[in-house]
C-alpha cells in the first residue's frame, strides 16, 4: 500500500528532508503591507525578521484555501497512491485543517486528516514519523506512529517580548498571565493546541538557561530541534550547552531551524525554543 504525506508549511522541516520522503508541503500565506507571499517565497526568514520590528502595518497571515490542498491530494493519488495522510498545524491557533478537511472531502475514504494540536517542528516530528513508519509498515503504522509522538512531545519557547503575543488575538490567557509587565521574557508551551504560561525570565540569559534546564529534564530524546526567529547566536549557545552536559541523552541529528515567518509573525522576533520527542 502507498501512502502520501501532506502537510503545511508551518511544521519548518527542512526542504531536503521533505524531499527525501517525498512530503508535500502547502504554503500558508503571509501578508505584508498588502502583499501576498506563499510562505518560503518572495522573502527569506531572515529578511523577514529583521523588518518585522520596523514595519508601519503589522502582518497578518492567512491559511490555505481548500483548492491548495486538494492539488496536491489529487496529484498523489493519480500517481499512485492508495491513501494520504494529511497532518497539520493546531486547530486552535488557525484554520488551515478546516481546508484540509474541506479538499479531503473531494476524496472519499482516501484521505486522513489529522491535527497535531501543534506548530513547527512539534508538527514536523509527527510528519516524519508518519513518513518513516509508511515507507515500512503501511497505513495502520504510520498513525500509530503520530499518535506515539505526539504523546511524547514537548514544544516550549521563551519569547523575547510579549508585543506580538499581545497582537496576535490568538492567545488571550497568556498575556493575562502576564498581564501588565513588560520587561520580561515569557516561557509558552503549546499543549493540546494552546499556547500556556509556564513561567517568565528577567533576561536572554536567564530565558536560555531556563530552556536547557527543561531540556535537561526531559531525559534521552528520540528527535530534538532548536527554534529561534532569527537568534541563530542563542540557539547555537542553547544547543552547545545541552551537548556539553548531556551529550548522551541526545539524538545524533539535531536540526536546527530559524522558524517560518507564518509563525514568526505572532511570536516576534529573537524567541527561542525547542521542539522535542522523549523517547
Known sequence: MKIGIVTDST???PAHIAEQFEIEVVPSIL?????????????????????LPSLQTPPTTAAPSIGDFSAPYDSLLTRGCDHIISIHAAGQLTTTINSAHQA?????NKITVIDSTSLSLGLGFQVLAAAEAAEEDGLDAALAAVESTRK???VIAA???????RRSGRV??????????LSIKPVVELIDGRLKPIGAART????????????????KL????ILHTNAESRARELLNNLMQQASQSVPRDILMVNVTTVIGTHVGPNGLGFAAVKK
Do not use: S, W
Request: proline letters at 3%; aromatic letters at 10%.
Open 11 to 13: 511544521c519548518d522541516i
Open 31 to 51: 501578508i505584508i503591507e498588502g502583499k501576498e507571499y506563499a510562505d518560503g517565497k518572495g522573502i527569506t526568514r531572515e529578511e523577514y525578521y529583521n523588518r
Open 104 to 108: 479531503a472531502q473531494e476524496f472519499p
Open 152 to 154: 511524547r512531545l514537548h
Open 159 to 165: 519569547l523575547d517580548t510579549m508585543d506580538y503575543l
Open 172 to 181: 488571550p490567557a497568556a498575556v493575562t498571565f502576564f498581564g501588565g509587565i
Open 204 to 219: 536572554t540569559k536567564q530565558a536560555g538557561q531556563r530552556l536547557l534546564n527543561m531540556l535537561l529534564e526531559d531525559g
Open 222 to 225: 528520540e528527535r530534538l530541534a
